[in-house]
């Protein structure tokens, strides 16, 4: 296949003032939680599903809803129960007449789809969305049916309640491109949702966010197609290779990360030259991006965990001992 062409400099500017126009329209709404709304972005673009773990009203559902508000896109939100079947969320075939059946599109049928509290649903239903994250497409009584070229799912968790919930399997964590963290905001923020909520602000009603859409399903493509262009060096899909590989073994870690992380972290990467006006990835997008791509795809020494250690804590130091190539 034919190498893509470089980004000239004039592109690389004009897709940066469209990503960033998308993300300032974000943090009218979202406060407080810049790193999650950068990374949500990041990985829109690179084609990846996200995970949003926090406490409940930490705006993990507004920040989907925001982030489809800027795009113009087709919106499905779907509340995970444990008595949700597949079924309910791919859709079933109906008999249409005499020996004919017409498929009726479940919500999963959408360019952005919000999984809310995944993981209360049971095995077989996440294993219905695993199939549609992974093959973009779901099988109902043998006949595959495409999703939209836009398809992404942004699921959500709570990482402090656990009663009547089903934790995902690895292979279904391995399928989110990133897992995003939101914390609490700090006062000022906080005082600044509380300013918004006097002038009117509803979180259940878009049109109170006061946000415009900044792109479309094309424009979202396109800015797709110009990440697939931005450049890397042999040197840094070495030291993204060398990273993973360094997850394998460590004494920290009973399960290191996948060759999928690797693509993930690459891809992100390329991303986040793009947002930042560059036709080109350096060393501290991937350094930056490690954490969000790596957190859910290893696990801890369980002597670490009871420690206090976090995952994240053990990859940094990771990260740090993996040297990074230079110039």
Known sequence: MAESAPLTSDEVRTHADAANRVLAELQRVVLGQDAVLRESLLALLARGHVLLEGPPGTAKTLLVRSLNRTLGLEFRRIQFTPDLMPSDITGVSMLGGPDVFTFRPGPLFADLVLADEINRAPAKTQAALLEAMEERSVTVDGVRHAMTSSFTVFATQNPIEFEGTYPLPEA????????????????????????????????????????????????????????????????????????????????????????????????????????????????????????????????????????????????????????????
Do not use: C, N, W
């Open 172 to 327: 279904e964590l391995d399928r989110f491109m990133i897992k995003s963290m939101l914390g609490y905001p700090d006062a000022d923020h906080e005082t600044g949702v509380l300013a918004r909520v006097l002038d009117g602000f509803e979180s259940s009603e878009a049109d109170t966010f006061g946000i415009s859409q900044v792109l479309d399903g094309p424009g979202l493509s396109t800015l797709r197609a110009a990440v697939r262009r931005v450049r890397v060096q042999p040197a840094l899909t070495s030291y993204i290779t060398a990273l993973i590989r360094s997850t394998r073994g460590a004494p920290a870690l009973t399960l290191g990360a996948s060759p999928r992380a690797s693509v993930a972290l690459l891809k992100l990467a390329q991303a986040a030259a793009l947002v930042d006006g560059r036709g080109y990835v350096v060393p501290d997008d991937v350094k930056a991006l490690a954490p969000p791509v790596l957190r859910h795809r290893v696990i801890l020494a369980p002597e670490l965990e009871l420690e206090g250690v976090t995952a994240d804590t053990a990859l940094a130091t990771l990260i740090q001992r993996v040297e990074a190539p230079r110039g």
